[in-house]
């Protein structure tokens, strides 16, 4: 049954629809189609008719096959495939469809809301929490149970209720430290800086020791950041709200501040809670004009947020990242705010081989051997071996749905896969290298120096 106001709207729609069309009248349809196999457009008909009878998936299935066998870059159609297919359950492929009709900007909201239950199904909840984001931007009408279920935060102070209703989501992580490949030493530092305090507050007040401040990540992009942010929740069991700044800036121009105080208060109220700051050179990048001024009022209040002037900032994680710290107004490292900046490298060659791992551990494969496809990995980013993996599977989707007969994924597949994809790290270390070598103040890049020196 219907719950929400779009789903009434679709049902009605549906129903409406479905009166419209009786089986003699399915039946004369099909049979002109075999009559001309080629015409798309009378096929076409067909399968809008057949999407809202569940009883002739089968035929749907069929004449969804045949039509894209004739236009195989008929959107609308792909779009009714890929809601099959996750009807039926066929996730990945889902996926797969939507994802590239999504890129081409060929998907509707509505494909969109499917493409994030997909993400959902097969818990991949940062990819899910962000499109349903988007979506909703979008057309606030659009929600969607399952969704709404998993990401939006009840909310009952006063005051910030709209904006938060629509922009802001509390999570609760499944993954953890054991899901993140390598960077044993940033994991060291957040347990440390942040967690230790957490668990222990009473020695810390014992020793007089005052915790606060955060942590922040840096490094090029697709390194594991974000998800090292949220395995950090996911480790300690903590809630996880993910701030993009450049989000609050671009939507709420003159709701900034109230909005960074909301996204504060709110983790207050859901402690432990990792407060994750995405973007944060946001706040200091060169803007125009009018962000700049903006701008100054939102770093103000940022600090004092972080400072925790007006309310008390325990049990609240706060992580920073971004991809150029020097864009970081150098007040923000002052002790007791970011006063720990940890760059965050692309994989060394074994945690490449855990990333590989991690990628690979619910797809069918056999025999990898993961050494040395990583060894061909130069400048790849975790993300970069999430592609390669794509990339991967995809040409084995292909292969099943050509052959009939579905192969696990092997060592060639991923070296292949390899020459399709190009690293994505390469860019930022260019630039990096540059400030490391002519702005490096008091020694803040040296790791990326040393990191260069040990390529
Ligand atoms: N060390 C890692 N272990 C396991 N997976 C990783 C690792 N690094 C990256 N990944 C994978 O790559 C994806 C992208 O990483 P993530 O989004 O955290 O990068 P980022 O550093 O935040 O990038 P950006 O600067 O573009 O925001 C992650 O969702 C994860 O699947
Ligand atoms: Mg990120």
Sequence with gaps: MPTGHGDWIRYIFAIDKRTMYTQPELNELAEAIKLSPENVTLRFLLIKKLQFYPEYRQQLEDNLNALLQYSPQHSDAKEILAKLYFDKGKVSAAIIIAEELLQDNNLSL????????????????????????????QDPDMSDPTLDNEFRVKVDGPGVEEILAQSMFLEKPKINFSDVGGLDHVKK???????????????????GKKVGGGILLYGPPGCGKTYLAKATAGEINAGFINVGLNDILDMYIGNSEKNLHAYFEEARANKPCVLFFDEIDALGAKRTDLRQSAGKNVINQFLAELDGIESDNEGVLIIGATNSPWHIDSAFRRPGRFDRIIFVPPPDVESKEEILKIALREKPNDSIDYKKVSKTLADYSGADINALVDIATESKLVEAMETGVPQPIRTKDLLAASKHHKASTIDWFTTAKNYAMFANQSG????????????
């Design 110 to 137: 509505e494909g969109q809301i499917i493409l994030a239950k997909s993400y959902l199904a097969e818990e991949d909840t940062f990819r899910a929490r962000e499109l349903y984001q988007k979506v909703l931007t």
């Design 189 to 207: 530092e957040i347990d440390l800086k942040i967690i230790k305090p957490l668990e222990h507050a009473e020695l810390y007040a014992q020793y």
């Design 444 to 455: 803040l890049y040296d790791s990326i120096l040393a990191y260069l020196d040990k390529k």
